[in-house]
């Protein structure tokens, strides 16, 4: 059992940078693919980037690179989001999960991770 506990959102202007951070509880944090996926109202919730426990794969959209960087920290079993020059499209909740098996590989697909934090809101203004 994982959980999963998202801080570092805000309300934010435009072009202005945040570090999303996930902490997780429970034991080999290490072992676990994690991802980022955010909702913003009205809109289905989407991937924004994974790792692989190995720490050496990444994924990131086409339309989010460049500006989003994914890490973690297994000594400290946080993953990290660094978002910068914000835009209003990046209002959303930002939500970390991991992935349902061991040492499973980055992927975008929701259906491949099990654990959820509530998530952390991001608003973004002009």
């Known amino acids: 059992q994982v959980q999963l506990v998202e801080s570092g959102g805000g309300s934010v202007q435009t072009g202005e940078s945040l570090r999303l951070s996930c902490r997780a509880q429970?034991?080999?944090?290490?072992?676990?693919?994690m991802a980022w996926f955010r909702q913003a109202p009205g809109k289905q919730r989407e991937a924004v980037s994974c790792?692989?426990?190995?720490?050496?794969?990444?994924y990131y959209p086409e339309s989010l690179k460049g500006r989003f960087t994914i890490s973690r920290d297994n000594d400290k079993n946080t993953l990290y989001l660094q978002i910068n020059n914000l835009t209003p499209d990046d209002t959303a909740m930002y939500y970390c999960?991991?992935?349902?098996?061991?040492?499973?590989?980055?992927?975008?697909?929701?259906?491949?991770?099990?654990?959820w934090g509530q998530g952390t809101q991001v608003t973004v203004s002009s």
């Open positions: 999960a991991a992935s349902k098996y061991s040492y499973g590989d980055c992927r975008s697909r929701q259906d491949n991770y099990l654990y």
């Open positions: 429970g034991p080999n944090f290490d072992r676990y693919a």
């Open positions: 790792i692989r426990w190995t720490n050496d794969i990444t």
